[in-house]
């Protein structure tokens, strides 16, 4: 575009047909697997809770690994901090815990047509505060993740030269509000089952791309002992030029892997933070209920371990951009980091092909999640607090709306706040999905905890974790500078939201038995032991979901 980054018609045209391609089928998943109607949430918001092994592998993986993920994980690595290779270990730790408890969470779903895990937790503690609280957690994490997705589609379509430098805002980001406005549509008239069906695409691109990548450029640069050689002479060379700033604590060290003892600590922490929180987030739940049985669930945490296989390769190209010699601005900007290796080494029409895997990945991930947050708004605030009549259409139309919204108020998100603000505000996220831990997963174990004491743990850890994170600052930013802050009583940085939940359960532990040994009502649990191990054609599990299930 005038004014902007040269344009590649070759580039161009290959990423314009592969985008032709998932909106076609996006828009196609309707008729695929076709229900009688769309018209309710089973159907619309959960694909009719049929999805097998195999789509449930690519809708799942599709889910977790996004655009940022393609954009920011080498983005951290080429900008010199090893504690971003967090990434990897945390995606191997998350599938143990989720073989361990999503079963559990399908079959309560299953048996009592729970859509979202806000609804589980008004029935499990009879409260519909906590789900209120568990749903507006859920939105509130959510939207800045959808926002990312639209600043890594911006990263590729800046370095595309599809973004012009025009002064007029809509002009300059058109392809954007194309590209989106096609997401909505096509999520709005086929629900989940379009980023199911696209979800074949865009996994099958990622990892096309990733392994030529892996393979092909470094082959090109001399081979990985050299890339490694001088990645290591790169950060030693800053070290040294910056160690007054760095004994002061101006400066951060640079190295390949997170030796300091402090960089452990954030590092495991990171992880096992990362590890705990993913599976909190209502887009994760929508795909896992999504599934038409519990060996779906426990055959999918064994087989995901591949896509970390994916992210460690992904990684390492940062370190590879780096190597190249990639410019990514001045100021530097680490995110443009990885379409720019693609733009400089691959051949224009597999450059095409890099990009679409980008967008794409931010396509897939944008639509389950706003389908999730829609899901939570109608069932857990539209339904329970303001229209507790509505009919299963009515709840349908309801969320087809609300995902319209959640899209367009994520899109004026990343327009109008800088991208460095909307990347560091989504560290928050973590922060917050976090605390909804105990009132869904140690729920699904115990109901030895008293709801209001799960209130006030989430209360105190939501509270730490957003003053925390407030007063975190960092060169370019004075609040919500990054997701580490020193431990209480110590100068060892962690994760936030690992603090923020200890904090949470320990109050929960602390408030329960004194709330019981006071008698404050405890609420009536709707569900029992036998509702946890149901699986598909048990009986007495609720066939026609749609017409009997009343959140209570």
């Known amino acids: 575009m005038e004014g902007g980054r040269p344009v590649s018609a070759v580039a161009v045209s290959v990423f314009a047909f592969l985008f032709l391609l998932v909106t076609i089928l996006g828009f196609s998943a309707a008729r695929w697997r076709r229900a009688k109607s769309l018209d309710n949430l089973d159907e619309w918001g959960l694909g009719g809770r049929g999805f097998g092994t195999f789509v449930a592998w690519f809708l799942i993986g599709g889910d977790l690994y996004t655009a940022y993920t393609f954009i920011a994980v080498p983005a951290t690595l080429f900008a010199g901090a090893a504690v971003g290779f967090f990434a990897v270990p945390y995606t191997i730790l998350v599938y143990p815990i989720i073989f361990a408890f999503l079963p559990k969470l399908w079959s309560v779903s299953h ?31 959510t939207m800045p993740y959808i926002a990312l997705q639209l600043v890594g589609m911006e990263v590729v379509l800046e370095v ?5 430098d025009s002064s007029n805002w809509f002009i300059r980001d058109l392809p954007l509000f194309i590209a989106f406005a096609v997401l909505a549509a096509y999520t709005y008239s086929s629900g989940l089952r379009a980023p199911a069906l696209i979800a074949f695409v865009k996994d099958s691109l990622i990892y096309i791309v990733i392994i030529v990548a892996i393979v092909y450029i470094p082959s090109q640069i001399g081979g990985w002992a050299n890339i490694f050689d001088t990645v290591q002479a790169s950060f030693d060379t800053f070290n040294t030029e910056n160690a007054d700033a760095i004994a002061a604590g101006e400066a951060t060290p640079k190295a390949l892997f997170p030796t300091q003892a402090a960089g452990q600590w954030a590092y495991a922490s990171l992880a096992l933070g990362s590890a705990l929180a993913l599976f909190m987030y209502p887009h994760s739940i929508t795909g896992v209920l999504s599934t038409r049985s519990r060996n779906v669930i426990r055959r999918n945490a064994s087989l995901l371990p591949a896509y970390s296989f994916l992210l460690g390769l992904l990684a390492l190209l940062g370190f590879v951009a780096l190597a190249a010699g990639v410019m990514v601005g001045d100021p530097p900007n680490p995110q443009l980091a990885i379409p ?91 922060v917050w999905i976090l605390q909804t831990l105990p009132a869904i997963v140690v729920g699904l174990y115990t109901r030895w905890f008293h709801r209001w004491a799960v209130m006030a743990g989430w209360a105190v850890g939501m509270a730490y974790g957003t003053i925390v994170a407030y007063g975190v600052s960092s060169p370019t930013q004075e609040h919500f500078g990054g997701p580490l802050a020193p431990f209480p009583g110590t100068e060892t940085p962690i994760y936030i939201a690992l603090t923020a939940f200890l904090l949470n359960i320990i109050v929960v ?23 946890y191990t149901v699986d598909a054609g048990d009986e007495g599990v609720v066939d026609e979901l749609i017409s009997t299930t009343e959140v209570r």
């Open 160 to 164: 595309m030269g599809l973004q012009s």
């Open 509 to 531: 532990v602390v408030l329960t038995p004194i709330l019981r040994a006071l008698k404050v009502p405890d609420g009536e649990d709707a569900t029992v032991a036998s509702d």
């Open 111 to 141: 048996k009592h047509g729970y859509v979202t895990p806000a609804d589980f937790v008004t029935g499990r503690y009879g409260s519909k505060s906590l789900g209120l609280v568990v749903a507006l957690t859920g939105l509130l994490a």
């Open 340 to 430: 720019q290796l693609f733009e400089d080494q691959f051949p224009a029409w597999f450059a095409g092909v890099a990009y679409a895997a980008i967008i794409i990945g931010a396509l897939v991930p944008a639509a389950i999640m706003s389908i999730a947050a829609a899901n939570l708004w109608t069932r857990n605030i539209y339904k329970a607090y303001l229209k507790p009549e509505a009919t299963p259409e009515d709840e349908a139309k309801q969320a087809k709306i609300v995902s319209l919204i959640v899209k367009f108020g994520a899109l004026i998100f990343v327009l109008a706040l800088s991208k460095s603000y909307a990347i560091n505000l989504q560290l928050l996220g973590g």
